[in-house]
Nanobody
């Protein structure tokens, strides 16, 4: 049973940084693509970025390109989201997700497993 557990959320001032972690277990993740999504109050869950676990190829939403970096640590089965230059608009619950194919996708319907989410709040 695949399990994803996010951590690292919190409160930060605009312009600050946070690093989120997603610890994955119960699967052979070299065959997966991993994604980060976020959901702000009253809005739909939206794509942030994704990484092919095997090749390291990355894909970012335009809204975070140049500010956020997704990475993975194979030995720890952990995916990270480094968030820099944070803005109040980045405030949301951030979710880690796993896709059993290696295709990088912005479509949340493609992802098979989800974590419980971690809150990120950016104050102005």
């Amino acid at each position: 049973q695949v399990q994803l557990v996010e951590s690292g959320g919190g409160l930060v001032q605009a312009g600050g940084s946070l690093r989120l972690s997603c610890a994955a277990s119960g699967g052979t993740f070299s065959n997966f693509a991993m994604g980060w999504f976020r959901q702000a109050p009253g809005k739909e869950r939206e794509f942030v970025c994704a990484i092919n676990w095997s090749t390291g190829r990355r894909y970012y939403a335009d809204s975070v390109k140049g500010r956020f970096t997704i990475s993975r640590d194979n030995a720890k089965n952990t995916v990270y989201l480094q968030m820099n230059s944070l803005k109040p608009d980045d405030t949301a619950v951030y979710y880690c997700a796993a896709d059993r194919t290696t295709s990088l996708s912005y479509d949340r319907a493609r992802y098979d497993y989800w974590g419980q989410g971690t809150q990120v709040t950016v104050s102005s």
